[in-house]
Structure formats: C-alpha cells, structure tokens
C-alpha cells in the first residue's frame, strides 16, 4: 500500500507561481511511476507530468511552466508551477503506479494510488 497527501494548493494570481508537494508513505515513490493530474470542474481528470526515474513527460499545456522533480531522501514529488493562468484552476491530483512504458504515462487508469487533492485557484 502506499498512501500520498498532496499539499501547497491555493490562490494566486496569473502569472504568479505555486509549487505542489506529494508526500509518499508505505512504499519508497522512486519504487513507480509518479504522476500529477488535474481535474477542473465539469471536465476530466487530465495528465499532467509524471516523472520516473531520469525519464519525465510533461503535457503540452504546461510545458516550458511546469517542472516535475522528486526528492528521494523525503519520498517526495514536487510540481513547480509557474507562469500559472486562470484555465490552470483545478485540483491537483498525486498519482502512483506501476507505468511500463513512457507513453503510457499519461494514462490515468494504469495508476494505482491517488492523493486526496490539492485545489490551485489561479485569478486572472
């Protein structure tokens, strides 16, 4: 089992930055295939970077803002939001799963273990 809290949501304005945390227990995170989603409201839970090992795949609408990172000594995933737009509001999603394949990362039925969900609120 591997239980992960998502944290550092919140409001910000366009343009203004926030970085999200993903804390890992249970199992070490550099043991799968770690995930962030977003899911807005009335729409579907959307990819958005996953990291595994050295590999990291990021979402063409985030990509050049959003940085995805793990700290293996804190079992941690970040997500360093910046340049952050009104259509990036969602909640944020933490994600782990045995991924094979760094195509099927996007995929969010091939993750097994879900956070609770961080809201990011960005204000135009």
């Known amino acids: 089992q591997v239980q992960l809290v998502e944290s550092g949501g919140g409001l910000v304005q366009a343009g203004g930055s926030l970085r999200l945390s993903c804390a890992a227990s249970?199992?070490?995170?550099?043991?799968?295939?770690m995930g962030w989603f977003r899911q807005a409201p009335g729409k579907e839970r959307e990819f958005v970077a996953a990291?595994?090992?050295?590999?990291?795949v990021t979402a063409n609408s985030v990509k050049g803002r959003f940085t995805i990172s793990r700290d293996t000594a804190k079992n941690t995933v970040y997500l360093q939001m910046n340049s952050l737009k009104p259509e990036d509001t969602a909640v944020y999603y933490c994600?782990?799963?045995?991924?094979?394949?760094?195509?099927?990362?996007?995929?969010?039925?091939?993750?097994?273990?879900w956070g609770q969900g961080t809201q990011v609120t960005v204000s135009s």
């Open positions: 994600a782990a799963g045995s991924v094979i394949g760094a195509t099927n990362y996007v995929n969010r039925f091939l993750y097994d273990y």
């Open positions: 249970g199992r070490t995170c550099s043991s799968f295939v």
């Open positions: 990291i595994s090992g050295g590999t990291t």
